[in-house]
């Protein structure tokens, strides 16, 4: 490689790790059109792997042990949610785009510095009232809560995102003001962004950012709004500028006198990611099982997740343990287990991969075939980890019904795929032999034990 083939690879790297940081040229990232957009989220996948790698390995360095588990389904979790929001991209930039259309009270030019300024405020200022929201209102708060069920707090919890937040676009609806204003370029760009800046904040390595902490959001008072102890709770729901939370009251500093506790006041101990999205709408049902009131009935997911009959609308969270007594959960599958669930894993990165650049293209029915196998793979890895008996059933028919679908679907069927008809056979076949070699040498290891 010539010196200057690689000082460009360099800038190129730098830019694409910059974007992260919301370090960007605007005129770069200033785009006449919808369809002349790139997708950020995307094309950002493989920089935020590097560094999720390398923060486990400094984790590990400095004597602080993985929860290898809870990462995986952090990550699942997000991989299920970018996915969905593929089906429902399309409706809900076509709902800006018409109330922009018909709608707006300014004709900014697309390619001012100024219109992309304005459009970073405003679409920040939505995330803080969509984040907020979903804090205090119970039935968004039971699809947000899963960002939140983490026991660990490092930039794979970035990943754990829920599933209905990207198919029914939650966030999008708290952009729709900015529609007034800003182009749908400019509005999809910056909610691109946006959540690229939040990725870094999820990391006990970050700290603060000195006086720029008085505007930005760090990943110290990331930390705050993560934490189940009491003085963390309601706060810090900034996106990218903390002005907000200083503005409305909802700012609180990272205390040292208390060592954090992350996840939720009723922390879910499992490792199933379909579990994770669906769980909590029974927990708020169950607070008003027992009433006969018909509007405590419709309150309950109206008003806070805190509370109850009786309580201010957000609860009261003097009742809430100021530090959460609780050991982290761990999975207890074997190493061996641990390797092959990770291997699945980047298989099924593979597959988005495939999927983000087929889906628009492709038939419906092999868009179909990709999400479904993807679920199937990312739940059995849940089910892996929670030690479910179903789980080798389970993964055995995910092999064989995949084989069988690629056959019937011929290599013709799979002209699209990048990855080769011969690769995706292979890999089936040898999960399917690995799947099974491991059930035997964890029955063998059981009946050595016993």
């Excluded at 010196?3 to 990232?29: C, M, R, W």
């Excluded at 000195?210 to 963390?232: D, E, K, M, W």
């Excluded at 287990?337 to 298989?347: A, E, N, R």
């Excluded at 990709?370 to 929670?386: E, K, P, Q, R, S």
């Amino acid at each position: 490689m010539s010196a200057s083939n690689l000082t460009f690879s360099l800038e190129h790297v730098a830019q694409e790790y910059g974007k992260l940081f919301y370090i960007i040229d605007p005129s770069k990232t200033s785009f006449p059109s919808i369809a002349d957009c790139p997708d950020y989220m995307q094309q950002a996948l493989p920089y935020m792997t590097t560094l999720i790698l390398l923060e486990a390995v400094i984790n590990l360095w400095l004597g602080k042990p993985h929860n290898l588990a809870d990462s995986v389904t952090s990550i699942s979790s997000g991989l299920i949610m970018t996915m969905v929001g593929w089906i429902t991209k399309g409706p809900m930039v076509a709902i800006y785009s018409f109330v922009y259309e018909h709608y707006r009270i300014a004709d900014l030019p697309w390619d001012s510095a100024t219109t992309w300024i304005l459009a970073a405020f405003l679409v920040d200022f939505g995330y803080y009232w969509f984040h907020r929201a979903s804090h205090e209102i119970s039935l968004l708060w039971s699809v947000h809560q899963v960002h939140h069920s983490s026991e660990e707090f490092n930039l794979s919890t970035a990943f754990r995102q829920p599933v209905f937040q990207g198919l029914f676009q939650l966030t999008h609806w708290f952009y729709l003001p900015a529609a007034l204003f800003i182009p749908p370029s400019h509005f999809l760009v910056h909610s691109h962004f946006v959540l690229l800046f939040q990725f870094w904040i999820h990391t006990e390595l970050g700290g603060d950012l000195g006086p720029l902490g008085f505007i930005f959001n760090t990943s110290a008072f990331h930390q705050v709004h993560h934490g189940s102890n009491r003085y963390c709770l309601d706060k810090n729901y900034a996106g990218v500028l903390i002005i907000w939370d200083r503005m409305f009251g909802t700012f609180q500093d990272l205390r040292h006198d208390q060592e954090l506790v992350y996840g939720l006041i009723d922390q879910p101990q499992f490792f199933d990611v379909i579990k994770h999205q669906l769980f909590y709408f029974s927990c708020i049902q169950g607070k008003v099982s027992d009433s006969t009131n018909i509007m405590d009935k419709i309150m309950v997911w109206i008003k806070g997740p805190g509370w109850f009959p009786g309580l201010p609308r957000l609860g009261d969270n003097d009742l809430c343990p100021e530090i959460p007594q609780r050991q982290k959960h761990y999975s207890n599958i074997s190493s061996l287990t641990h390797v092959y669930l990770v291997l699945q894993l980047l298989g099924v990165f593979i597959m988005h991969e495939e999927l983000a650049n087929l889906h628009q293209v492709s038939e419906p029915a092999v868009t179909i075939a990709l999400m479904v196998f993807i679920l199937w793979t990312l739940t059995n890895i849940g089910f892996y980890y929670d030690g479910y008996t179903s789980s080798l059933m389970s993964e055995i028919s995910r092999c064989v019904v995949s084989l069988l679908y690629i056959h019937v679907m011929n290599k013709q069927g799979w002209a699209l795929m990048k990855m080769s008809f011969n690769m995706f056979n292979s890999w089936m076949l040898s999960s399917l032999a690995l799947a099974s070699l491991l059930s035997l040498v964890s029955n063998n290891e059981k009946k050595k034990m016993n």
